[in-house]
């Protein structure tokens, strides 16, 4: 008994499981439909795992790829109840049941719709005069959780994935950011007429989001053509912090002909992917 | 990094694991057979196997299958009469000299969906196991000590009614009108605003959580059946 027991230590294995990883994984689709089903299918392989955390992003550019997931439940009863999911961002000064907040945001578009709890999704609390204390609280139920399976992303048209806008430091964890103009400018058709997009949000910092086994950017439409290409084929640079997808083992860009329209090597990414080997696969 | 050792000592099995108290998800869990006439003193001589095997760790924290208060068994119905009024705690502090933590398996369990339930209110955390185990989380607390498993549910109590022993031919559908039984006698006994659902039964959620009707959004335990050895390795952070 005894030596089976120590056997049984032997064989622990240490450390998170890693993919490879040999270089960003470029996918040009030709629709933002297409873009949809592709992200959908990231986010379905990751929830195989029997007990995933799936890293979910706001903004406009997924609500696809939600939407094309909510058909997957309702049409082939494809399961989410069994996961974690948890959100990149969360604005200052906004409780999670105000109509604008990330976490009202996510519930009314995705997770209610989908037989997720609202108690199963995770976002930084940012109603609270102790902001450091919260986004320490955020940090920790992030390390409690199992690696994200999967993280997906939008980007800002200056870069910024959350809310980590240029010369965000690429080794950040959760904290307070002020908003850049264009982002609160981009952002105000989320809020009624009249009402500000706050200054501040507590977000994710790069350095967390890297720690995702799998991170899933998704981009669609001219507009992103620029902040996308200096992501991709751009140095490395906090002014993009995007780029910070670079340093990832498991990066991949789903983006529609339009938001691929400013890539050098855009022919290179279509090559790769219609020679991928199978194992490769999603 | 941190470590600890947890220890989920049940009526069949021991089950450890070294838990890095910064990356509690990633721990890999063994499972000891254990006798149910097992005594203290096998129980322990497993434990110095286990410690001497899984390198430097600082503190070692014990869910036991029973009620236990301040490190000492009061009871132990699964396991040997020899446990009873057994000072646990105390005793693998003097054989280690590691400090220690030993608490009831439910609430160890529970201790690992403290950091989850920020935005959750009032929690009621329930294994589902041979037995029912239960614990209330609220405020970042674990309320310990519960024994709701003695609970009245249809001509019997929980622990027996929800057992499952009760799961037939693999019939986990069937067995589930059992959790919706028990859930709705002890919603009504707490007025929980989520239920977590874990023990043993929660490996198998995929083959049951979509058949119950639970009152308030309910979810399987975030580690399953690793819960109680996750647990209690973070108790002997959060507790001392």
């Known amino acids: 008994m005894n030596e089976k027991i120590k056997e049984k230590f032997f064989t622990i294995r240490t450390g998170r499981s890693a993919a490879k990883g040999t270089r960003m994984d470029v996918r040009i689709e030709a629709t933002a439909g297409d873009v949809a089903q592709l992200a959908a299918d990231f986010v379905e392989k990751a929830l195989e795992s029997p007990s995933p955390t799936i890293g979910l992003a706001t903004g406009g550019t997924p609500l696809a790829t939600y939407a094309e997931l909510i058909d997957r439940h309702r049409t082939r009863q494809l399961r989410f109840d069994h996961a974690h999911y948890v959100m990149l961002d969360e604005y200052v000064g906004v409780a999670p049941d105000d109509p604008v907040s990330y976490h009202h945001f996510i519930r009314e578009q995705f997770t209610d719709q989908v037989g997720v709890a609202p108690t199963s999704v995770h976002g930084p609390l940012g109603d609270t005069e102790h902001l450091d204390s919260a986004a320490d609280a955020y940090e920790e139920v992030l390390a409690t959780l199992a690696p994200r399976e999967v993280q997906i992303l939008g980007i800002g048209r200056d870069g910024h994935i959350g809310f980590n806008e240029p010369t965000s430091s690429l080794a950040s964890r959760t904290r307070v950011k002020t908003l850049h103009s264009e982002t609160r400018a981009d952002n105000q058709r989320f809020f009624p007429a009249g009402q500000p997009v706050p200054r501040h949000a507590l977000t994710m910092g790069i350095g967390t989001i890297l720690e995702a086994k799998r991170l899933l950017l998704i981009a669609t439409g001219e507009a992103k053509a620029e902040a996308i290409a200096a992501a991709i084929e751009g140095p490395v640079t906090a002014m993009v912090p995007a780029t910070a997808l670079q340093l990832h083992r498991a990066a991949t860009v789903v983006i529609d002909e339009a938001a691929a329209a400013q890539l050098v090597q855009r022919d290179y990414y279509i090559e790769v992917a219609s020679h991928r080997p199978e194992w490769q696969r999603p | ?240």
């Open chain 2, 1 to 240: 990094m941190k470590a600890a050792l947890g220890v989920d000592i049940g009526g069949t099995s021991m089950k450890l694991g070294r838990v890095d108290l910064d990356a509690p998800a990633d721990t890999v869990v063994s499972s000891v057979p254990t006798s149910r006439s097992a005594r203290p003193d096998e129980i322990l001589d497993h434990l110095a196997v286990a410690i001497d095997a899984v390198g430097a760790v600082g503190a070692v924290g014990i869910g036991f299958c029973g009620y236990v208060s301040r490190g000492v068994v009061v009871d132990a119905n699964n396991l040997d009469d020899a446990w009873a009024g057994f000072e646990l705690e105390q005793a693998v502090k003097d054989r280690f000299g590691l400090g220690t933590v030993v608490l009831n398996d439910a609430d160890a369990a529970a201790v690992s969906e403290v950091p989850l339930c920020v935005e959750r209110g009032r929690v009621l955390f329930i294994t589902l196991g041979t037995g029912v185990g239960s614990a209330v989380i609220e405020n970042g607390v674990v309320l310990p000590g519960l024994e709701l498993g003695g609970a009245w549910v249809k001509d019997s109590i929980a622990d027996r009614h929800a057992s499952t022993k009760c799961v037939r031919d693999g019939d986990w559908a069937t067995w589930s009108t059992r959790v919706d039984d028990v859930l709705e006698v002890l919603t009504d006994l707490v007025r929980p605003d989520h239920i977590i659902l874990g023990g043993g039964a929660s490996e198998r959620w995929s083959d049951w959580g979509s058949a119950i009707s639970p009152p308030v959004p309910t979810t399987p335990a975030t580690f399953r059946n690793r819960a109680g050895v996750l647990g209690a390795a973070l108790a002997t952070v959060t507790d001392k």
